[in-house]
């Protein structure tokens, strides 16, 4: 099993482009996640995704927009890129059920995008 | 604002030394975990504790929760050159995970 593919790995944008971070995970999970981690900082939750067909604001949301595709796929926009957007980007995936059962898993992350924002 | 923090912000300890690393957050949780990272790469699931434990064991790893004091440790017993990563509770809440700000361990051989 892949489990959480990011892609691209790296890009280079420049301020005001956009584009779309896609990530995909084939172990059937119901939630998904993007992060950013800043150099030195810890990962701050930008959106996320409790299961299919919804979407929901993290901590820093701004400046990003996500689409839940279907179960396997989460993607993150930069509608118009700027330089504070430089970071690396993580998306993960868990199987936290829906009715907040017993039973919580732990998440699974994929090897991070590297965006810089010139 | 990060919900949690984490203390010490770096640690070094020579091998065989535990290493304790201790999180603290604001909001109430379903459980909290721990994860390793290792040179900017994808975070790796160590460790989760529910909020109605108060402590757990995995190898080498111990955690324990206090949810009346917000808080919880990571113990790293006997520590290996190869423990050297950054470490980050992660907080379940509301079909939310939020992380903590990491400590950076390094273990000198």
């Known amino acids: 099993n892949a489990g959480v593919t990011q892609t691209p790995k790296f890009q280079v944008l420049k301020t005001g482009q956009s584009m779309t971070l896609q990530c995909a995970q084939d172990?059937?999970?119901?939630?998904m996640y993007w992060y950013r981690q800043d150099p030195g900082m810890g990962l701050r939750l930008i959106y996320y995704s409790a299961s299919e067909g919804t979407t929901d604001k993290g901590e820093v949301p701004n400046g990003y927009n996500v689409s839940r595709l279907n179960k396997r796929e989460f993607s993150l926009r930069l509608e118009s890129a700027a330089p504070s957007q430089t970071s690396v980007y993580f998306c993960?995936?868990?199987?936290?059920?829906?009715?907040?059962?017993?039973?919580?898993?732990?998440?699974?992350f994929g090897q991070g995008t590297r965006l810089t924002v010139v | 604002s990060q919900q949690g923090e984490e203390d010490p912000q770096a640690l070094s300890i020579q091998e065989g030394e535990n290493a304790t690393m201790n999180c603290s957050y604001k909001t109430s949780i379903n459980n909290l975990q721990w994860y390793r990272q290792n040179s900017g790469r994808g975070l790796v699931h160590l460790i989760l504790?529910?909020?109605?434990?108060r402590e757990k064991h995995s190898g080498r790893l111990r955690v324990t929760l206090d949810t009346s004091k917000k808080s919880s440790s990571l113990l790293i017993t006997a520590s290996r050159a190869a423990d050297t990563a950054s470490y980050f509770c992660g907080m379940d809440s509301s079909y939310k995970l939020i992380f903590g700000s990491g400590t950076r361990l390094l273990v000198r051989p």
């Open positions: 993960a995936s868990s199987d936290l059920p829906r009715d907040r059962g017993p039973e919580n898993t732990e998440a699974f």
């Open positions: 504790i529910r909020s109605n434990e």
């Open positions: 172990m059937n999970h119901n939630s």
